[in-house]
Nanobody, 126 residues
Framework: VQLVESDGGAVQSGGSLRLSCAVS????????MGWFRQAPGKDREFVAA????????GYADSVKGRFSISRDNTKKSLYLEMNSLSPEDTAIYYC????????????????????WGQGTQVTVSS
């Protein structure tokens, strides 16, 4: 199983970025997917998640209304659209895969995810 995030980037406060994660080696639609992030000196935290079928989504309160998670099961890809970025969003962002029992379940805990990407840096300047 391999998860490969796209390059992140550097933007100014208020800007937007779109992350993608390409998945290979598994039946993508069998996995719920999520994004997590880790800021310098802080623990990794949940950002957003989507169910196996993409119908259900969940977000951390800190990103709700600004970030949007989506997936394309035909392209075996996961996306994170990030808008109204602030310096507090600066972190390494990771995509992760969780074996999904039911098609519509969303997972927001790290231990539920079995496979992780290498991470991509997002930097937001003020």
């Amino acid at each position: 199983v391999q998860l490969v995030e796209s390059d992140g980037g550097a933007v100014q406060s208020g800007g937007s970025l779109r992350l993608s994660c390409a998945v290979s080696g598994v039946t993508f639609s069998s996995y719920a997917m999520g994004w997590f992030r880790q800021a310098p000196g802080k623990d990794r935290e949940f950002v957003a998640a989507t169910s196996r079928n993409g119908v259900s989504t969940g977000y951390a309160d800190s990103v709700k209304g600004r970030f949007s998670i989506s997936r394309d099961n035909t392209k075996k890809s996961l996306y994170l659209e990030m808008n109204s970025l602030s310096p507090e969003d600066t972190a390494i962002y990771y995509c992760a895969a969780a074996p999904g029992i039911l098609p519509s379940l969303v997972y927001n805990m790290e231990y539920q995810y079995t496979t992780w990407g290498q991470g991509t840096q997002v930097t937001v300047s003020s």
